[in-house]
């Protein structure tokens, strides 16, 4: 096609094959990751190798749509990586193509990939999520005696709650045993203390033997009276050294219908996800009308005279009820207790009612929360394909580093800084402390902005990650200063004048002691003259360009003690002890500002203790070499 040049079809090429090969590089550390968290469930329960693959396929597909933004993020940072390596990027910029440019055919490809995301999150992972949790909770009911968990109670078993202090793996015993069964009403209750017990399932499947060791048995006798106070109830205690219980548990493998998984959100396509919404949303408000309707009842409930509509009710009880002060005082104290009682129980019950409600709408609402996030996260990751490839190529371009080192190591960075602002959007979205729509899309217009800023600095040539300009910021920021690396030259085309230069030192040195003398480096510099008549200090620029006009001479001496000599020499700022902007309204900004201004002040006055002291070395320095060209002879 004319529209499609060869190098669109080269950069093509080289993105999708390194985009197969970290695709299944992710998804298998995923699934890895996955299967890690379900390892307990599937060690030991005899589950068939049908039954194992079949996880293995279902748990990857579902994996499928996080791995395909990772994957985005790694090759695009790996294409670039090496474009930029190779030198490929810069002979495509100077042939005149602009980075939009070469971008151009891969943003196409992007935007394919991420809309095949969509598809495949609307219409295969649904199915695939419905499948692996019914394996997943068939599985956790196979051989549940594996399942035990320590220090919690465990109710998976129906009609039993057991309570483990300690389980022993390997030998299957269970230490500090406690059940409680509760299969009928409240008169069948049994409460078993054991020191000791082991769980195991008969040949068939069908059923749970449950051995125990030294314990007791606390099992409630039959009331005499519904009118018998539960306290009051006798109860029968039985000590026993061993004791065998068959419990009736179907624990063969068998698939749970997926009927059961319909309240799941990630289970539905955006059809089922926006009828659930408009079900769930239905029902929520007629809850909250019927509760509207209930407290206006509890308010207003009485007994209606006949002939009086529930207008004029309200209008003639207002008008006929006598004052709470006399009604109560006319009432005798037998009255007074009765109503007292009923008053209370009246709102213990609305109390009880409206708890349930609460609960009940919380639940409801929680529901219709989750629902509306996984309708949001369809878009969302659909979309971060194409966020992270604006992210992973104008980085790989700026790095210009390629290969899986440096790419896996920042890719992996910026995936774990959005995997914790997803989460933690969608789960402030969930206890409905945020919107939905802010928690959902915030990590969205995290990646939205980071993408916009590599790709313009990406675009200007910009040296946003060069390391030298960040440790110059910080070191002009607490007043450090680099030393000199100087090396000796291979090839000294002239010498330095030996026959002056002990004469030239020394008089550098006279100048330094001079300074010293006259600039009062020791006292407290004037406030008003740093940060509102700021000006430069004439003799520390003269002794700046004399110092690194000798040195620029004396670098190409051949002597390598002369060479590590001037090394030694510190780097002069003529305005550093003088100003701490050059802008001059900067400076009375900061001065204005007094507490910000203060720091800079003391920083001045160190500025200056510090250049006192390099006065001093510069003239020992001086002596240092002029005693070494007198001993060498140099100049004779």
Same mark, same amino acid.
């Given at each position: ?68 933004? !990772?994957? $985005? ?19 495509? #910029? ?65 009609? &039993? ?5 300690? #389980? ?39 059923? !749970? ?8 048995? *606390? ?21 026993? %050294? ?28 955006? =059809? ?23 407290? @206006? ?39 007074? $207790? ?5 008053? @209370? ?10 708890? *349930? ?18 309708? &949001? ?40 800084? &959005? ?11 969930? $206890? ?19 993408? %916009? ?104 001496? =051949? ?48 500025? =200056? ?5 390099? !006065? ?21």
């Amino acid at each position: 096609m004319p529209f499609i040049k060869k190098l669109d079809i080269y950069m093509i090429r080289g993105f999708l094959l390194i985009f197969a090969g970290t695709f299944f590089i992710c998804l298998f550390i995923f699934v890895l990751q996955f299967l890690w968290m379900w390892m307990s469930n599937l060690v030991g329960k005899g589950l068939t190798i049908n039954m194992l693959a079949k996880f293995f396929w279902y748990s990857s597909l579902t994996l499928i749509p996080m791995s395909i933004p !990772l994957a $985005v993020l790694l090759a695009s940072l790996i294409s670039f990586g090496n474009l930029g390596e190779r030198f490929e990027l810069l002979s495509m #910029k100077s042939a005149g193509i602009p980075l939009i440019r070469i971008l151009m055919p891969l943003i196409f490809v992007s935007l394919i990939i991420g809309g095949s995301s969509f598809i495949f999150q609307n219409k295969v992972s649904p199915y695939a999520t419905t499948e692996l949790s019914r394996l997943a909770w068939s599985m956790k009911q196979k051989s549940p005696e594996l399942e035990i968990p320590e220090g919690i109670f465990y109710s998976e078993i129906p009609g &039993y709650n057991l309570y483990v202090e300690h #389980k022993d793996p390997e030998t299957g015993m269970l230490y500090g045993v406690m059940i409680y069964t509760n299969a009928g009403s409240y008169n069948d209750t049994q409460i078993v203390l054991a020191d000791s017990g082991r769980m195991q399932s008969t040949s068939d499947k069908m059923h !749970l033997k449950l051995t125990l060791w030294g314990g007791e048995r *606390f099992r409630n006798m039959d009331a005499q009276s519904s009118e018998m106070l539960r306290a009051n109830v006798p109860y029968m205690r039985e000590s026993f %050294v061993q004791e065998e219980d068959i419990i009736p548990f179907d624990a063969n493998f068998n698939l749970m219908d997926a009927d059961l998984f319909t309240h799941n959100a990630q289970t539905k396509n955006l =059809r089922e996800i926006q009828q659930s919404i408009n079900s769930l949303s239905h029902q929520a408000d007629s809850a909250r009308h019927a509760i509207y309707a209930n407290i @206006l009842l509890w308010h207003m409930r009485k007994t209606i005279p006949a002939g009086y509509p529930d207008s004029l009710r309200i209008v003639k009880e207002a008008a006929e009820m006598p004052a709470f002060d006399s009604l109560y005082l006319a009432m005798p104290d037998e009255q007074r $207790v009765k109503s007292w009682r009923g008053a @209370l129980n009246r709102a213990e019950a609305m109390q009880s009612e409206c708890q *349930f409600r609460a609960f009940e709408t919380g639940d409801r609402n929680l529901t219709l929360r989750k629902h509306r996030i996984e309708w &949001y996260k369809k878009f969302t990751m659909s979309l971060a394909c194409l966020l992270f490839f604006f992210i992973g190529a104008p980085l790989g371009a700026i790095i210009r580093k390629g290969g899986l080192g440096v790419p896996v190591v920042v890719s992996v960075i910026i995936f774990i800084f &959005y995997y914790i602002v997803n989460q933690a959007g969608e789960n402030n979205a969930k $206890v409905n402390s945020w919107t939905v729509e802010s928690g959902t899309w915030l990590s969205t217009f995290v990646l939205l902005g980071t993408g %916009v800023f590599l790709t313009h600095k990406a675009n200007s040539d910009s040296v946003v990650f060069n390391i030298e300009g960040y440790q110059n910021f910080f070191m002009r920021l607490f007043g450090l200063r680099a030393s000199r690396k100087l090396n000796r030259k291979e090839v000294i085309l002239n010498d330095p004048d030996y026959t002056t230069l002990p004469q030239r030192l020394s008089e550098l040195s006279e100048f330094c002691t001079e300074c010293r003398r006259t600039m009062h480096l020791r006292r407290i510099p004037n406030y008003i003259d740093i940060f509102f008549r700021p000006g430069q200090d004439k003799r520390a620029a003269q002794l700046s360009d004399r110092l690194e006009a000798l040195i620029e001479e004396l670098h190409n001496s =051949r002597d390598n003690v002369i060479i590590m000599y001037i090394n030694q020499y510190p780097i002069i700022n003529p305005s550093a002890h003088t100003r701490p902007f050059d802008s001059k309204r900067l400076n009375m900004a900061f001065g204005l500002f007094f507490p910000l201004g203060l720091i800079f002040f003391l920083r001045i006055w160190r500025y =200056r203790l510090r250049l006192r002291l390099d !006065l001093q070395n510069i003239g020992n320095i001086n002596n240092l070499i002029s005693e070494r060209i007198i001993k060498q002879g140099y100049g004779q």
